[in-house]
Structures are given as C-alpha cells and as structure tokens.
C-alpha cells in the first residue's frame, strides 16, 4: 500500500537499495531461537523480494535503472553459530544473480555489495542491547563505518549505463574474511601468527597448518602441509608413469 501510494511525482524511481538487514543471536543451530529464524529471514530475504516486486514496474520505465541489494562478507563465508544469519546472506547473493539474469531485457544493473565488520548498530540488534557485548566486536581494530559503505554505494550507483558492478566485497584492512580478523592483543597472548574467528575466541594458526577448533577434519591441514603434499602426490605419479613409458600430456597430472 505504501509503494502504490507514492505521489505521482515522485514515481519516476532509479534506484532500488535494498539495505534492510539484521542478525538476531548467535548461537548452534541446535539453541537458537525460531523467532530469531523468522526475523531473519522475514526481514533479510523477504524484504528484498517483496520490495523488489513492487519497485520493479517503477525501475523498468525509468532508463538505466538499478537495484542493489546490501549482503554481507556472510555471503561468501560461514562462520560458527552464525548459520540461519549466513544463510540468509547466502540467499542475498543468490537472489542478486538471478535477477541480475532475469532484468537483463529490461537493462536493469543489479548490484550485491557485501561489507565485512562495520561499527553501525548491527552487533547492539544481534546482541538484543548487550552494548558491552556489541562493542567488544570491534575492539582492537578500526572497522569499517557506515559512511565508508554509503561511499561504496555510492561509487556504484553512479558508474556509466554501460556498467554494472555485479558483486562487491568490502572489508576493513584487518579483516580478510567473515572468519578471520586481526586483533593485536590477540597477537600478544596467542603468538604472532593469531587470528581471531568470528566467535570471538582466538586461536593460534602457525603458517604452515592450522588446527582450528570445529571445522571437520579435512579442513584441519593448513594451505601448505596440503599443497606439499599434493606436489608429492603428483611427482610420484609422474615418475611411474615414465618408468612404465607412458606417455604424458599437456595438463596430465597437473599441480
């Protein structure tokens, strides 16, 4: 009602940000709370499909039109206790993709921005006004701020016709992923190579393997005990095939 209200003045619409989020909880998938499940997702992946919709007749009479949907580093990474919230996220990513496919006769740029640990009000809504939980999340940092996304946005919205910034990932300098963030004083009580996950408690990761607690087994070995042993894999295979005279080709056996 509100949407087919708009005064006719104001119905020449362009851009569509689908920037309504939020998480609620953080806990296993076996505690959390369904009404958190809801929230999350009514508002997460609900809100920008029925959103959508209802702008859509609006952005396909206005030229170079866009739609774009606010994810987050959850989009590309699952994190301990964060499962409904990811998947969510996930969805986001997906839902962009597909309309990205689904508008392209109508030339309508469909953008997914996905920012990593911003200081807005995010952790005091997830925390349910724990302050002192939600600003420990980013002590020992400089996270990103609201106004370095709105500059993201921004930048986006505002390319040539011609362009569309498909998927975007932002992140602050100590963050490299929705898992892995860099604290010092963790570094002061872990050893130098510490990280701090998501959960918030920090573990040692040693350059060559890293044992991190809950993931499964395979993930258990770091990049480069596997890819030593995957190079040992290969030349073995590569030498008993010369000893048996096989003949080897192009991209056989490749590292």
């Known amino acids: 009602a509100a949407v087919a209200s708009i005064p006719a003045e104001w119905q020449r619409i362009s851009i569509l940000l689908n920037n309504a989020g ?84 109508y030339g309508i740029r469909v953008t997914a921005i996905h920012p990593g640990a911003a200081e807005t009000e995010f952790s005091q809504v997830r925390f349910k006004g724990d302050d002192a939980r939600a600003a420990r999340v980013y002590e020992g940092f400089t996270p990103l701020s609201a106004g370095d996304v709105a500059e993201t946005v921004y930048f986006c919205a505002t390319r040539p016709a011609h362009v569309c910034i498909d998927d975007l990932v932002i992140t602050c300098t100590a963050q490299a992923n929705a898992l892995f963030t860099f604290k010092p004083e963790a570094q002061a009580r872990q050893g130098p190579h510490a990280l701090l996950p998501a959960n918030g408690q920090p573990f040692p990761v040693k350059p060559d393997i890293a044992q991190v607690p809950g993931f499964p087994g395979r993930a258990r070995c770091g990049y480069l005990s596997s890819k030593t042993k995957h190079h040992e894999r290969a030349t073995t295979t590569r030498l008993r095939a010369r000893q048996r005279g096989d003949r080897l080709y192009p991209g056989q056996f490749q590292d």
């Not at 774009?68 to 580093?73: H, K, L």
């Open 22 to 105: 939020l998480a609620a909880g953080l806990a296993p998938i076996d505690q959390g709370l369904v009404s958190d499940w809801e929230t999350m997702i009514d508002t997460n992946v609900k809100g920008i499909l029925y959103m959508t919709r209802l702008v859509l007749p609006f952005l396909k009479q206005q030229p170079s039109s866009q739609i774009i949907n606010m994810g987050s580093t959850a989009a590309k990474d699952v994190y301990p206790n964060g499962n409904v919230y990811c998947a969510t996220k996930h969805a986001v990513g997906a839902l962009s993709e597909a309309m990205r496919i689904d508008l392209l006769p």
